[in-house]
T-cell receptor, first 118, second 111 residues
Framework: DTGVSQDPRHKITKRGQNVTFRCDPI?????LYWYRQTLGQGPEFLTY????????KSRLLSDRFSAERPKGSFSTLEIQRTEQGDSAMYLC????????????????FGSGTRLTVV | QKEVEQDPGPLSVPEGAIVSLNCTYS??????FMWYRQYSRKGPELLMY????GNKEDGRFTAQVDKSSKYISLFIRDSQPSDSATYLC???????????FGSGTKLNVKP
């Protein structure tokens, strides 16, 4: 297993276009998280899944944002009608939820998808 | 007020120095604490994970949590130029739920 994979690494889009990002978590991880990071800031929580169920969504996730994890494996994050304020790094992370194995605590992040809206 | 406050730096130290990085927080319910290292244009990499108060050591890294003061620290001994990165603290009320991140401290270790 090579860790958390995100695709594409970079995306440049025109304002008003729709974009979709993909995240492939570590295969045995049942929890998957999306975060957004802007320059000079720490990651901000967007949403997370346990298996295919979306358990929590941030207020940051406006109606233009939707995330899915249809089979409890990979996840997609779609942004409709992109705005310049959506320009950021979108980070995906995964973890083993509800484990008693302390060696498996914490998230593993992917390298992110950098979105630029022009 | 942000949930987690972290001095953005930059912090510049000579190679071999002991580095102290800190975060303060406002939510007394936080009980899970992490430190991440992030190189430019890369995803964060988990360094340390601690639960509740106390110290945890891993190689050159020591994490401390003082819940009474709502203050956490990361110490790096014998700092190396390869430690130059942004260090993010993160914390959560419940394990494996959402974490709240600080804005990161940029560290530069000069050879």
């Amino acid at each position: 297993d090579t860790g958390v994979s995100q695709d594409p690494r970079h995306k440049i889009t025109k304002r008003g276009q729709n974009v979709t990002f993909r995240c492939d978590p570590i295969s045995e991880h049942n929890r998957l998280y999306w975060y957004r990071q802007t320059l000079g800031q720490g990651p901000e929580f967007l949403t997370y899944f346990q298996n295919e169920a979306q358990l929590e969504k941030s207020r940051l996730l406006s109606d233009r944002f939707s995330a899915e994890r249809p089979k409890g494996s990979f996840s997609t994050l779609e942004i409709q009608r992109t705005e310049q304020g959506d320009s950021a790094m979108y980070l995906c992370a995964s973890s083993l939820g509800d484990t008693k194995d302390r060696a498996n605590y914490g998230y593993t992040f992917g390298s992110g998808t950098r979105l630029t809206v022009v | 007020q942000k949930e987690v406050e972290q001095d953005p730096g930059p912090l510049s130290v000579p190679e071999g120095a002991i580095v102290s990085l800190n975060c303060t927080y406002s939510n007394s319910a936080f009980q899970y604490f992490m430190w991440y290292r992030q190189y430019s244009r890369k995803g964060p990499e988990l360094l340390m994970y601690t639960y509740s108060s106390g110290n945890k050591e891993d190689g050159r890294f020591t994490a401390q949590v003082d819940k009474s003061s709502k203050y956490i620290s990361l110490f790096i001994r014998d700092s190396q130029p390869s430690d130059s990165a942004t260090y993010l603290c993160a914390m959560s009320v419940y394990n494996f739920n959402k974490f709240y991140f600080g804005s990161g401290t940029k560290l530069n270790v000069k050879p």
